[in-house]
């Protein structure tokens, strides 16, 4: 249960990658393998979500606490903060957003598609590259001693 912030941030990791190679497909209008990227990047976004549910449970069993404490001193705590208030509260739109995305592609509601895919898009990657960065800056650059 150690490794979930890994497994975790591997998963947000492999799904900005995903979303980038995806949003290239449909820029070359290679629409199956837009399609392909874009489901496993959802399947991958949802198995984060699951692994880092997991992840809190297990925390909260072990220390009483939900959350893993920031040990950044100085000019960097706001940074981290600021951070992780905009990356926690875009992660709740997400799953939402890639859902209704998601949904009208597959129905090829081409034009809906398009128009939520146009939020969904950044929003979606900016979860999943803040949230790699926000388990270097917890797990690797200021771990607890």
């Not at 990791?13 to 629409?31: D, H, N, Q, T």
């Not at 875009?90 to 090829?108: D, E, H, Q, Y």
Request: aromatic share 14%; net charge positive.
């Amino acid at each position: 249960m150690d490794s979930l912030p890994l497994v975790n941030a591997t998963l947000n990791a492999l799904s900005a990658l995903l979303l980038v190679v995806g949003f290239s497909f449909i820029k070359k209008k290679k629409i199956d393998w837009h399609r392909r990227c874009m489901k496993l990047a959802f399947v991958v976004s949802m198995l984060f979500l699951v692994g880092y549910l997991l992840h809190k449970v297990h925390l909260h069993d072990t220390t009483g606490s939900y959350t893993t404490q920031f040990t950044g001193e100085g000019a960097i705590r706001p940074v981290y903060y600021s951070l992780l208030i905009s990356h926690v509260f875009l992660a709740m739109m997400v799953p939402f957003l890639a859902s209704i995305t998601l949904f009208r592609g597959l129905k090829l509601q081409v034009e809906k598609h398009r128009k939520i895919a146009r939020v969904t898009f950044p929003i979606w990657l900016y979860v999943s590259i803040t949230g790699v960065l926000v388990y270097f800056m917890l797990y690797q650059w200021y771990p607890v001693s």
